[in-house]
């Protein structure tokens, strides 16, 4: 079974330029969670997607964060424009079911964002 | 205060001892709890999960929760080298709701 795949893996970026990553969750999984991590520090929630309804963005800067998942898949993060301090690596996971409280999340590798 | 706690660490054990890894948490809406470990430049994968009060282990590991208390931990047994790395606790609220902690960085010295 092929786990949740991002990409890029690596991006680097000057500031004030968009950049979007990728996410494709594992087949069946519901459930679709951005997450952002800075180094030393644990995944901090950006929006959570249960099909196609994200129904938790409220750590989403949206002045500057969109995330959608249009089909209840594949989903993508943009930022615009982009500021120094969201270097960081960004995840995203999946869960089986969405609404519960008990299923593990499986993440993807990350995207490192460095903004130059 | 953050919602999840976990000792900052680092914490360092020798080869075959315990490594025991703490968490607080401040939800009492909390329903299930997570550990995950992280491995230096890699993504968090899952350990053990624990819903219940009480202990639950697999393997060389131990869960222990305390709802009253609202205090998690995890026991590693036998420590090996293989288990360095940043161990991150996950609490879950029944709305589905995920908060990690800052996680614990440990050393299994050989």
């Known amino acids: 079974e092929a786990g949740v795949v991002q990409s890029p893996r690596y991006k680097i970026i000057e500031k004030k330029q968009p950049v979007a990553f990728w996410c494709n969750p594992i087949?069946?999984?519901?459930?679709l969670y951005w997450y952002l991590q800075n180094l030393g520090q644990g995944p901090e929630l950006l929006i959570r997607?249960?099909?196609?309804?994200?129904?938790?963005d409220s750590q989403l800067p949206k002045d500057r964060f969109s995330a959608e998942r249009l089909k209840g898949v594949d989903s993508t993060l943009k930022i615009q424009p982009a500021e120094l301090g969201d270097s960081a690596v960004y995840l995203c996971?999946?869960?089986?079911?969405?609404?519960?409280?008990?299923?593990?999340?499986?993440f993807g590798p990350g995207t490192r964002l460095t903004v130059l | 205060q953050k919602e999840v706690e976990q000792n900052s660490g680092p914490l360092s054990v020798p080869e075959g001892a315990i490594a025991s890894l703490n968490c607080t948490y401040s939800?009492?809406?909390?329903?299930?709890f997570f550990w995950y470990r992280q491995y230096s430049g890699k993504s968090p994968e899952l350990i053990m999960f624990?819903?219940?009060?009480g202990d639950k282990e697999d393997g060389r590991f131990t869960a222990q929760l305390n709802k009253a208390s609202q205090y998690v931990s995890l026991l590693i047994r036998d420590s090996q080298p293989s288990d360095s790395a940043t161990y991150l606790c996950?609490?879950?609220?029944?709305?589905?709701?995920?908060?990690f902690g800052d996680g614990t960085t440990l050393t299994v010295k050989p």
């Open positions: 996971a999946s869960s089986l079911e969405g609404g519960g409280s008990y299923n593990e999340q499986f």
């Open positions: 087949s069946g999984h519901n459930t």
């Open positions: 997607y249960e099909n196609e309804e994200a129904v938790d």
């Open positions: 939800d009492r809406g909390s329903q299930s």
């Open positions: 624990i819903y219940s009060n």
């Open positions: 996950a609490v879950n609220t029944n709305a589905g709701k995920s908060t």
